[in-house]
C-alpha cells in the first residue's frame, strides 16, 4: 500500500472506469508501472447515478493484483448499509457523497473507526456549504467537475471557484485534507484545478486511453 501523500503533493489517481475491464489485471499494472500514484474506484450503484459499475469484489480484486493505494468512491445511495464490506475489500480511502442518504458524520466516524481515510463528495450543482460541518473529519473532499456516473464527460470550469473556496476554508481552520477533482482532467483542466488549490487529480480516459499512459501521467503531474 502507498502511503497518503501531504496535501501539498501531487496526486494522481487514474480512474478504472475507463480502463479495459475484460484484462483488468494487466490495466492495473500497467497504471501502476505508468507512475499512479492511487488508483480511483468508481463504485456506482444504478440508483444514486445512472449507471452501474462494480462492488467489493471489484475493489478486493484490484487489492489483491497491487498493493497501490485504492481511493475508492461510493456513488451510492446507503453508502452506510455497504460501508463495512468495501472497508474489508481492501479500500485504503473511502469517500461517499453528502448528497446520500445517510448520517454524513456518522459515516465519517465509522470509516476513520475502521482505520481507513475519509473523504466527503459533492456534486457540480451542490453548494460548498453542504460539506463545511465535515471538514475537520475528512481527510480528502472530492470537488466533481462533472456529473457523476459516467466517464468521458466535458470538465466543468464553473466548479473552479468552489475548489478555490473549499481551499481557503482548509487554510482559514488550519485544516490538512485533500481536494480531490474528478472529471474531464487531463493536463489543461489539471493545470487550472492545480491553480486553485486542488492536488488529487482523477483522471481516466486522458491515462487509459492515451497512447502512452507514462506520458499522459507525468503530464497531468507536471500540468
Not at 496535501?7 to 490495466?27: Q, Y
Not at 473556496?165 to 482532467?185: M, Q, Y
Not at 489543461?188 to 492515451?210: L, P
Request: charged share 20%; proline share 4%; aromatic share 6%.
Amino acid at each position: 500500500m502507498i502511503v497518503k501523500k501531504n496535501f501539498h503533493d501531487r496526486v494522481i489517481a487514474p480512474s478504472l472506469l475507463a480502463a479495459d475491464f475484460s484484462r483488468i489485471g494487466d490495466e492495473v499494472r500497467r497504471a501502476v508501472d505508468a507512475g499512479a500514484d492511487w488508483m480511483h474506484l468508481d463504485v456506482m450503484d444504478g440508483h444514486f447515478v445512472d449507471n452501474i459499475s462494480f462492488g467489493p469484489g471489484g475493489v478486493r480484486t484490484v487489492d489483491q493484483i497491487s498493493g497501490i493505494f485504492l481511493d475508492v468512491h461510493l456513488m451510492i445511495s446507503r453508502p452506510d448499509h455497504y460501508l463495512q464490506r468495501f472497508i474489508e475489500a481492501g479500500s485504503d480511502l473511502i469517500t461517499v457523497h453528502v448528497e446520500a442518504d445517510h448520517d454524513v458524520a456518522e459515516t465519517l466516524r465509522r470509516i476513520r473507526g475502521a482505520g481507513r481515510q475519509a473523504g466527503i463528495a459533492l456534486n457540480p450543482a451542490t453548494p460548498l456549504s453542504t460539506v463545511e460541518p465535515f471538514l475537520d473529519q475528512i481527510d480528502l473532499l472530492l470537488c466533481m467537475t462533472v456529473v457523476p456516473g459516467f466517464g468521458g464527460q466535458a470538465f466543468m470550469p464553473e466548479v473552479l471557484e468552489k475548489i478555490s473556496a473549499a481551499v481557503r476554508i482548509r487554510e482559514t481552520k488550519n485544516l490538512s485534507f485533500h481536494v480531490e477533482v474528478d472529471g474531464g482532467i487531463d493536463a489543461v483542466t489539471a493545470a487550472r484545478c492545480a491553480a486553485v488549490g486542488a492536488n488529487v487529480m482523477v483522471a481516466g480516459s486522458s491515462t487509459f486511453r492515451a497512447p502512452d499512459m507514462g506520458a499522459a501521467i507525468t503530464a497531468i503531474r507536471n500540468a
